[in-house]
């Protein structure tokens, strides 16, 4: 004869633990400062200077600086959510746009750090946060969601699958959190470990490689064509013969400025078919898809327009 337990499932709670995570978010934000600083002083040396190879560079370095800042802070700001949440079914680990989700049924035991070598973690490392994939001995393939400063603050969640290494102050009361929602999981539902992302992270276009290939076609040619503009344009004189085929091959002469637009209708384009491109792939794949690819052609068009219009110049 079977009785019901005495502790109903609906009354186990979520139970939260969140590692310490201020170290992890001021290294990040240190980082993230500190690109952002070089982003701005490139853009204010390359704003308003003569179109030269030494301003396409300064651009460069901006635009890679500024990009690097919102990586940095991202993940900083990953950190700052990092958190560990044992319900009912599943342990949820929260870190930033990023849902792991682990079935409580396939919870197989809990190691403590301190009774295994010190972990190597590939991924994103630096002190007060270790976020990616290890070979731990005794444990096997590992991913890391940590912010551990030595090996005796983690401890690591072993599945019938992969194992997770978190860092968990109270590792007493973590464990007896997972054993209380095992006691009562069904074992025929473990279901099945996976990761969701929330927010920006669920775009499908950061999992699509054929469109990131697109995207990082588009963006080498629009650095080929602009590079191309600002290194040949100090060469130019200060008024040229500006062509026009499709007129009947009217010749005009004007100002050497004008063929600046090249870069800069270059860049304008890739920027709005990125921008606009990532929201249309989450509509329809296939129109997103022509859309980068339609954009890096248009990249090459330009850049075959800026060697014939210098040449003529």
């Known amino acids: 004869m079977v009785h019901a337990g005495t502790r109903p499932r609906g009354e186990l709670t979520p139970v939260v633990f969140r590692p310490p995570r201020a170290m992890g978010v001021i290294i990040g934000g240190a980082f993230a400062a500190w690109a952002a600083v070089v982003g701005f002083l490139a853009a204010s040396i390359a704003w308003g200077a003569e179109p030269e190879f030494k301003t396409f560079l300064a651009w460069t370095v901006a635009a890679a600086a500024l990009v690097l800042a919102a ?5 900083a700001g990953a950190v700052g959510t990092l958190a560990y949440i044992v319900r009912p079914d599943v342990l949820e680990i929260r870190w930033g746009w990023r849902r792991v989700l682990v079935p409580i049924g396939s919870i197989q035991r809990l190691v403590p750090g301190r009774t ?3 972990p190597e973690v590939g991924g994103i490392n630096w002190w007060g946060c270790h976020v990616g994939a290890g070979d ?3 444990v096997g393939y590992t991913l890391f969601y940590s912010t551990h400063t030595s090996p005796e603050e983690l401890l690591y969640v072993v599945t019938d699958g992969e ?54 076609a588009g963006a080498a040619l629009c650095a080929l064509v602009c590079g191309y503009v600002f290194t040949a344009y100090p060469g130019l004189p200060e008024v040229v013969q500006l062509s026009f085929p499709s007129l009947g091959g009217i010749v005009r002469i004007g100002d050497r400025s004008e063929l600046l637009e090249i870069a800069y209708l270059a860049a304008g384009v890739f920027a709005a078919n990125v921008a606009i491109g990532a929201g249309l792939h989450a509509v329809e794949r296939a129109a997103g898809l022509w859309l980068f690819a339609s954009g890096a052609l248009l990249q090459a068009v330009l850049l075959a327009a800026a060697l014939i219009a210098f040449a003529a110049a």
């Open 163 to 216: 194992a997770y290494g978190l860092t968990v102050e109270d590792q007493a009361r973590f464990a007896e959190a997972i054993q209380a929602r095992a006691a009562l999981a069904p074992v025929e539902t473990r279901g099945e470990q996976r990761s969701v992302g929330v927010g920006p992270a669920a775009l499908p276009l950061w999992q699509d490689r054929v469109a990131l290939w697109a995207i990082g």
């Open 136 to 138: 731990v001995k005794r």
């Open 71 to 75: 990586v940095f802070a991202a993940w």
């Open 116 to 118: 295994l070598d010190p």
